[in-house]
């Protein structure tokens, strides 16, 4: 949704400037034609996982997620051999058959729940937990909890720990489990299974020697990583995660994500600089929503050199504000396509107090029809924050 009108601007302000209990109900508000235009295009749609796709060049089985990494290719002095890296430029001919399913499945059941907790229609949550059934349930179409074969490389790996980030779309789809529970489109039975398939997960997270590569990461993987052991803790009740996770947060990523002034190093050296500036700043956002407690408010926190989410706020918002001031190259690659909603000003706007960012937010388009716009903008639903 983008707008140009300072009226609408104002208007939209007035509605979401509030105390953050009443947020949902502001942003229904907001929202509602959007949730239900997705929420009834999915309600056409039946449910299709990985299954579906089998990829002959998987060292996997059927039930086993399998991509390829986005910037490799073949190499033009020995084209049969190991393929070579193109930093920033993805490769179309690569298998991403699995990827778009788990994206459509982030899609259509956060829609289908927010639609649910927006208008009280069964319709809406019984279609979600058809699709959360086929994904972590049914047998003959189960996704297996693991990421062993995510972003392959030709003649070079079978699966790396880089590959986990593909699961971020799993974030939201956690939050949507959430929310689902209170209704009884599920039975207490299926809500075990499903908790479990996560549970499962995350101990494959924590501890699979690619669960531990992609943890300590230092870029935007390792923030990524810890989101979903973030996510699929709160959901699964592992307080011990939980508490690892926040400590890691303000020990780990922080410090090292961080420059003194709020940028973003690592992102910013990249090809892609702004998308990945802005990607990160999601991840480090959604993690202070997800683990931030009266006692332990991560928006507040700085480190002892003064390194904070208030000042990677500061850093960014003028360039997601006024693209044109950005101070570095344009991204090799989708650079017009970016700011979309970003999550990271709505969030922040709440807890920092800060209208601005609340006001820049609303004037954002919140969907895009471009698929790599699409895979990397992972908090599409703010109803259900």
Request: include cysteine; aromatic fraction near 10%.
């Amino acid at each position: 949704m983008a707008s140009d009108s300072p009226l609408l601007t104002l208007l939209l302000l007035c509605c979401l400037w509030t105390p953050a209990s009443a947020q949902p109900l502001d942003i229904a508000r907001l929202d509602q034609p959007r949730i239900l235009r997705v929420a009834d295009a999915a309600l056409a749609e039946a449910p299709v996982t990985i299954t579906a796709f089998p990829s002959p060049r998987s060292s996997g089985g059927v039930h086993d997620f399998y991509s390829e990494g986005d910037y490799w290719w073949p190499n033009p002095a020995n084209p049969s051999g190991p393929y070579i890296q193109r930093d920033g430029l993805t490769n179309p001919d690569n298998f991403v058959a699995h990827r778009r399913a788990l994206v459509r499945l982030s899609l259509q059941v956060p829609a289908l729940v927010a639609a649910w907790k927006t208008t009280g229609e069964q319709r809406y949550a019984r279609h979600a937990a058809a699709h959360l059934r086929a994904w972590f349930i049914d047998p003959g179409t189960r996704l297996n909890p693991n990421l062993q074969y995510a972003q392959a490389i030709f003649g070079k790996t079978t699966g790396r720990g880089i590959g986990i980030i593909d699961t971020v779309h799993l974030v939201e789809v956690a939050r949507a489990i959430e929310v689902l529970q209170e209704g009884d489109a599920l039975s207490g039975k299926e809500r075990q299974q499903i908790v479990a398939w996560f549970s499962d997960y995350l101990h494959w997270l924590t501890s699979s020697k690619n669960g531990i590569e992609e943890r300590e990461a230092k870029n935007n993987h390792g923030s990524c990583w810890l989101l979903q052991v973030a996510a699929f803790a709160r959901l699964t009740g592992d307080q011990q995660l939980l508490a690892y996770a926040r400590e890691r947060f303000k020990k780990v990523l922080l410090p090292t994500q961080l420059a003194a002034d709020g940028s973003q190093p690592l992102e910013l050296k990249r090809t892609k600089p702004y998308g990945y500036a802005l990607f990160n700043l999601e991840a480090l956002a959604a993690l202070c929503r997800i683990l931030s407690t009266p006692a332990d408010n991560l928006w507040t926190y700085v480190t002892p050199d003064g390194r904070g989410m208030a000042k990677a706020m500061a850093w960014m918002a003028p360039y997601i504000r006024n693209k044109a001031s950005w101070p570095l190259p344009a991204d090799v690659m989708y650079f017009e396509e970016w700011p979309m909603r970003q999550s990271s000003l709505l969030f922040a706007g709440h807890a920092l107090g800060r209208p601005d960012y609340l006001a820049l937010w609303a004037t954002l388009p919140a969907d895009s029809s471009v698929e790599e716009v699409t895979r990397n903008f992972f908090i599409r639903q703010p109803v259900l924050w």
